[in-house]
């Protein structure tokens, strides 16, 4: 079983570097090794802690997740068109990301559902010379980075096959920011980024609240009516009790912990110390190890 070819996702957030090792078969995705590190701001000590991760999991595959701060999104809607006529229509939409990034970008796309009129399309886009200072990094570290992925892609294939007939949201919350992402029927919808973290003021949650009540508003609106059903809490934002709270408090979905859901659920199995992962922690981790 160990000999199956494995991938680590690795998480850089603002206060700890989450990093998942695993493997997908048929049957689900079996997680080797799982590790949680503190981590400071400066790019030696990221360096110094990405190859302890190296060599403690020793295996160089990695997709990472580029931090948010560093990423425009775009959810955009194109009527149904051939795979090369498609790729132009996006180059030309992703040429108003010059009016964010004042510098040379790059930027991807995927596909987020589509049917025999249209396509849903997911548009992200990030300084060129900020995801080469990333990989660099990563390649010093002894990586061979396979691809940089983005946060609202990796928490949908962590739950999309359990909750694939209803409307979710996966809400992290994060150490600097937190980030919702609205799932439908198991495809990503589209994501939001929020200007409210854990460290917040506490009289923040409220103006949280009503940015995140419209934000579950205006999907409701684009889709003729159709009502988020579920909020999936992940990121250490969970874990707090007041925030926490005042959630339950004011939002009229039902509220799901993901630490509160068993992994098998979700067709993961942590081959070792399966007690002590929390998914909650290492939800974003583990979707970059699945990708692809």
């Known amino acids: 079983m160990f000999k199956k070819k494995t991938k680590i996702g690795i998480d850089i957030g603002s206060a700890f570097i989450k990093a998942v090792e695993a493997f997908k078969t048929k049957n689900g995705i079996y997680i080797k090794e799982f590790m949680k590190v503190e981590k400071k701001d400066d790019e030696e000590d990221i360096l110094s802690l990405l190859k302890d991760i190296r060599l403690k999991m020793g295996k160089k595959n ?18 149904k068109m051939n795979s090369k006529e498609l790729k132009e229509a996006v180059y030309w939409e992703a040429q108003d990301f010059s009016m964010v990034i004042k510098d040379d ?42 691809a940089v992925d983005v946060y609202p892609l990796a928490v949908s294939r962590v739950f999309k096959e359990k909750f694939k007939e209803e409307v979710i949201v996966i809400l992290d919350l994060g150490q600097s920011h937190s980030e919702a992402a609205i799932l439908e029927n198991g495809m990503l919808f589209f994501s939001k980024t929020f200007n409210f973290s854990v460290s917040s003021e506490r009289s ?20 003729k009516g159709k009502q988020v059903e579920k909020i999936v809490l992940i990121g250490g934002g969970s874990k707090v009790s007041y925030i926490a709270g005042m959630l339950f408090e004011n939002l009229s979905s039902e509220i799901i912990f993901a630490r509160d859901l068993k992994p098998e659920e979700l067709k993961v199995y942590a081959l070792k110390n399966a007690s002590f ?5 290492y939800c974003n981790a583990l979707g970059f190890a699945m990708r692809g």
């Open 62 to 79: 990695v997709v990472f997740g580029l931090p948010s701060k560093h990423i425009v999104y775009r959810n955009i809607s194109l009527p």
């Open 277 to 281: 992962f929390d998914l909650s922690d």
């Open 105 to 146: 970008f790059t930027f991807d796309y995927e596909i987020i559902s589509e049917n025999d009129q249209n396509a849903q399309i997911l548009l992200a886009a990030a300084s060129t010379a900020v995801i080469k200072e990333y990989i660099k990094i990563f390649e010093k570290a002894g990586f061979f980075v396979e």
């Open 204 to 223: 923040k949650i409220v103006e949280f609240i009503q940015e995140f009540t419209r934000f579950i508003d205006y999907y409701s609106i684009q889709r």
